[in-house]
């Protein structure tokens, strides 16, 4: 039996008939790789599922139904989760029972069989640390995106349009809802900035590691001259604060300003005052909305917004506080560089923090992202990323 709360598949690499005798308990460590389920806790999560049904019999658990509701929700999740092990944990102890079956019969068939098997589990074992890298308090939330041109005019304002298709292509192909914030188109082509919010399954958690700065090179096609431009663009994601967290704004704390929006002209041009723009005094956070016609619409966005906003703000200074010592807390703040695309004059994309290269930048800005996210989820870091040299960069 594998009474450990660890799994780890073999490499499927390494299968054929030089198989090596199969220990019955696998266990992974700390630093697990991606193939590698790393630590999940499951005997935590049972104490915590055994708390919360002990919890929920006493006289007055339903009182609160805020809270109830909330527990009940996280034992579910942490319910989903342990079943999730359980049967990975079985079809790894089916896979070690057909490989010791055929090395004892010496079943060539049966040595295909576990093979298969084998790497069956191993695909299972990545998804669970990959769900598992989704657990976070915050993960499940739909993400709010803004993207932001850097400097450098209608270059960096196409780039920044090109981000924005990229990010929508990647909720379309994971079945997202995109709901457009604010659009500030550029002078000549482009964007200024933008934002959008996703829903769907865990959206935070996996659009979280694309915030930074994406950097492209290529020929531009503004260059009469067709020379080599570097672009630069921001990326923000914040999570979108659900009814279930409690935020308060002071309303004297948010000084609320309209004006007209930005428009095609012609039949098209909005002639009345619809556009908001909020200002959080304390902080000096901004947040203009002018996609709706409507003013109340605009308004009621631009709220969830600054909350959300608020909420990512407190969340990054109290993570702050806890990682001040980590030297790895510079990949995630704003103003690194997390990823390079190159359009010439070779074709590639890199990205600094994982070192995971893509030969195919079309693809990837068409929203081919998962090559990328899913590592950094998992852990994946360049070795030499605080030394990497200025021809990698």
Excluded at 136 to 156: C, F, K, M, R
Excluded at 165 to 171: E, L, P, Q, S
Excluded at 361 to 378: E, K, M, N, R, T
Aim: proline share 4%; net charge negative; glycine share 6%.
């Amino acid at each position: 039996m594998l009474d450990s709360p660890f799994l780890c598949a073999p490499d499927s690499a390494t299968l054929g008939h030089a198989w090596l005798p199969l220990p019955r308990s696998w266990t992974s460590f700390r630093g697990a790789s991606r193939r590698c389920g790393g630590r999940f806790d499951i005997e935590r999560k049972r104490a915590r599922v055994d708390l919360i049904e002990r919890e929920s019999v006493q006289p007055g658990f339903w009182d609160d139904q805020k809270r109830a509701q909330h527990l009940s929700r996280e034992k579910s999740q942490l319910e989903l989760a342990i079943a999730s092990y359980e049967r990975v944990k079985q079809r790894l102890e089916d896979a070690v029972a057909l490989h010791e079956l055929a090395e004892e019969a010496n079943d060539e068939q049966a040595r295909a069989e576990s093979e298969v098997a084998t790497r069956e589990v191993e695909q299972a074992v990545e998804r669970l640390e990959l769900s598992r890298m989704l657990s976070g308090p915050q993960d499940h939330l739909n993400a709010i995106v803004e993207i932001n041109a850097g400097a450098g005019g209608t270059e960096s304002q196409d780039w920044a349009l090109m981000l924005y298709r990229m990010y929508t292509r990647y909720a379309e192909r994971k079945g997202w809802e995109v709901e457009p914030g604010d659009f500030q188109a550029g002078e000549e082509a482009g964007l200024k900035n933008a934002s959008f919010i996703a829903r769907g399954d865990h959206t935070y958690g996996w659009l979280k590691p694309e915030l930074g700065v994406h950097r492209l090179v290529r020929i531009s096609p503004f260059d009469a001259n067709a020379r080599r431009h570097t672009s630069f663009a921001s990326v923000f994601v914040y999570p979108e604060v659900d009814e279930d967290i409690e935020l308060v704004i002071n309303p004297a704390d948010v000084r609320t300003d309209t004006f007209r929006s930005s428009g095609a002209g012609g039949q098209k041009v909005n002639k009345t005052d619809s556009a908001i723009r909020l200002t959080h005094l304390p902080t000096g956070i901004v947040v203009s909305m002018q996609n709706e016609r409507s003013q109340h619409k605009n308004r009621d966005m631009a709220w969830k917004v600054l909350r959300s906003r608020l909420y990512e703000l407190e969340l990054r200074k109290q993570q702050a506080e806890r990682d001040k010592v980590e030297a790895s807390k510079a990949d995630i703040s704003f103003g690194s560089q997390i990823r390079n695309y190159v359009l010439a004059p070779y074709r590639m994309v890199k990205d600094v923090r994982s070192g995971v290269e893509s030969g195919n930048p079309d693809a990837v800005l068409d929203g081919d992202l998962d090559q990328f996210i899913q590592p950094y989820l998992l852990g994946v870091r360049r070795k030499d990323r605080p030394g990497s040299s200025p021809e990698e960069e």
